[in-house]
């Protein structure tokens, strides 16, 4: 006569052995598993039809299409690139145009823009008074760094939003005058 826990022990497939970590043996019932993917990117994916959402789903993170993420990083990179390539004059163009053309079909787009127009605004504001002080000598110790804390927020501000929001995040800038909403 065998042993009966020997004959429900899967066997390791190094030595035959039983499982020595239990936590390492396969499940006892095929259905005894969770009814979703745990591992599922919940950006992307859709849930399983047999999935009920929890109370806090709708406040958890966005479902964003690959779209909605690019207008979004667009919206975000417009002014890095119009800082790089003008010199920090034309930083709120590229935001105030992803938001006129995308404000109706999504609100992770108009949210993304909407925000970086706001922040660009305020950085563009900094640089402009930056350089009507550094038109006077005493103006230039204070408007020289607004010049640059205008031109580098809006470059790498500018970029931390971007990569969030192709990640499907939304981001919140931390300094923003509210005039888009």
């Known amino acids: 006569m065998t042993d009966p826990q020997a004959q429900n022990s899967t066997p390791d497939p190094q030595g035959g052995k039983p499982w020595v970590n239990p936590m390492d043996a396969p499940p006892p019932f095929p259905n005894a598993g969770p009814s979703y ?62 938001y006129l053309t995308q404000k109706d079909r999504s609100h992770f787009v108009r949210n993304a823009s909407a925000g970086a127009f706001n922040f660009t605004l305020a950085m563009w504001l900094v640089s402009l008074i930056g350089w009507i002080l550094t038109f006077t000598i005493i103006g230039a110790i204070v408007g020289v760094p607004m010049i640059l804390i205008g031109a580098f927020g809006s470059i790498v501000l500018g970029i931390v939003g971007a990569i969030k929001s192709w990640n499907g995040e939304s981001y919140t800038y931390p300094w923003q005058l509210k005039v888009l909403n």
């Open 37 to 98: 993917n745990a591992y599922a990117n919940p950006y992307t994916s859709t849930p399983n039809p047999g999935w009920t959402p929890s109370p806090n789903y709708a406040t958890g993170p966005q479902r964003t299409s690959a779209d909605e993420r690019m207008w979004a990083m667009l919206a975000h990179l417009s002014a890095p690139i119009a800082a790089v390539v003008s010199a920090g004059w034309l930083t709120i163009v590229g935001p105030l145009v992803v």
